[in-house]
């Protein structure tokens, strides 16, 4: 079968597609309930704060190490073995109300989920034709998508109906099913081609371990991603507070507007990748995203702000799929680790980073002004991208 034709959809792929999907759903049933269960503990603000955020941390230190662990275990053992870290992490928060026990075990959570991330996606990406690794990661994202919409509402149910116990236990034993199901991947020869060798066999071993903590060869990407994380950093931030400034209500609608339309987006970019390349996903995606900011930050109504809601959505959708799917790309399948633990962690830093900067802005200045500061940095965002993609278009010349 020629690599046009074959077809995403394989055994191993719709297992990493489930997998992946279910294990965000169990992360994001603590996003609205941890810092609920720290404030019982007795936590303060910056506590909470700081218990929260320590998980990203923590999962920025480790991915970098994540290529030299393949020197005692293959792909799909140290991905399962780092979702049963998330497993116990996550039952053991409900075992303490100290705050200290607390602190650690979410800084094991971290390392499991950040060990997780990366390996799932190259992984997903080992096992795609590469004609279609755009389509096949736009698809891949879609089921972290929904996820992450779902996870939040049953985390809040779950702990309505049977109390923060409940909720851990719940959460930790759907992260487990995530694991289980990656005991039925295969380990036949990937799709990508025969002469390939199978990247879930552990790679020659380099000499010692080491801890790379950028690849050049995506710094492109990389970089496109920073500036991204720190537009999604100042929308899923400050959005609600700057609705509620602006007395417009039901914010809700923006998220599910943004989140429906990004879902229909990736599955058009990707093919729109596959055939022509990054370039004519990234140019309108960015276009739109500059607009879309743009009618954030004048919107008086929920008309307004749900029109833009449908431009961001159209140019945050298809932004993560495909720079993801670039940098799987650029770099030989012994070099993704250390690929996707640079874009990662890029991405987390621009999030994380830029809601910290983007709030001191707001606070001396005011959240219209904050977003049409978002606005002119998707504008460099547009001009990186323009730049970036003629640069790699020549080197590959």
Not at 38 to 46: M, R
Request: glycine share 8%; net charge positive.
């Amino acid at each position: 079968m020629s690599e046009t034709n074959k077809t995403i959809w394989t055994k191993n792929f719709i297992i990493l597609f489930t997998s992946n999907a279910i294990l965000w759903m169990a992360f994001e049933m603590l996003t609205p309930t941890l810092p609920l269960y720290l404030e019982k503990c007795g936590a303060s603000p910056f506590q909470i704060g700081l218990i929260i955020g320590i998980l990203t941390l923590s999962a920025m230190i480790i991915r970098p190490f994540t290529s030299s662990m393949l020197l005692f275990l293959n792909k799909q053992y140290i991905l399962f073995i780092s979702i049963l870290v998330c497993v116990l992490a996550t039952g053991s928060y409900l075992l303490t109300t100290s705050l200290l026990l607390l602190f650690f075990f979410r800084v094991v959570h971290g390392l499991g989920f950040g060990i997780a991330t990366v390996y799932y996606a190259t992984l997903t990406a080992d096992n795609l034709p590469d004609s279609h690794l755009g389509e096949g990661m736009g698809y891949f994202g879609i089921g972290e998508s929904v996820c992450l919409s779902v996870g939040p509402i049953l985390g809040v149910a779950m702990l309505n109906k049977y109390d923060f116990s409940g909720m851990f236990f719940s959460s930790a034993l759907i992260s487990l099913f995530a694991g289980l199901l990656l005991l039925r991947l295969t380990g036949r020869s990937l799709p990508n081609s025969e002469e390939k060798k199978s990247s879930s066999e552990p790679k020659a071993p380099p000499k010692k371990i080491t801890f790379k903590l950028l690849e050049k060869r995506v710094l492109s990407q990389s970089l496109l991603m920073l500036l991204n994380g720190i537009i999604i950093g100042g929308v899923i931030s400050f959005i609600a507070l700057y609705a509620n400034e602006r007395g417009i209500t039901n914010i809700a609608w923006f998220f599910f507007i943004s989140a429906l339309i990004g879902v229909v987006i990736r599955v058009l970019s990707g093919k729109i990748y596959d055939k022509k390349g990054p370039f004519y996903v990234l140019l309108p995606a960015g276009l739109c995203l500059m607009v879309g900011l743009i009618l954030i930050s004048f919107s008086t109504s929920e008309l307004q702000i749900n029109l833009a809601a449908l431009f961001y959505g159209i140019g945050i959708g298809p932004l993560f799929s495909v720079l993801l799917a670039w940098t799987m790309t650029t770099v030989d399948n012994e070099s993704r680790e250390d690929a996707m633990s640079s874009f990662l962690n890029f991405f987390d830093f621009g999030v994380g980073g830029g809601a910290i900067f983007l709030g001191v802005i707001a606070q001396v200045s005011s959240y219209q002004f904050m977003y049409l500061l978002l606005a002119v940095i998707a504008g460099a965002n547009l001009l990186a991208t323009l730049f970036l993609t003629r640069v790699k278009k020549n080197q590959a010349a």
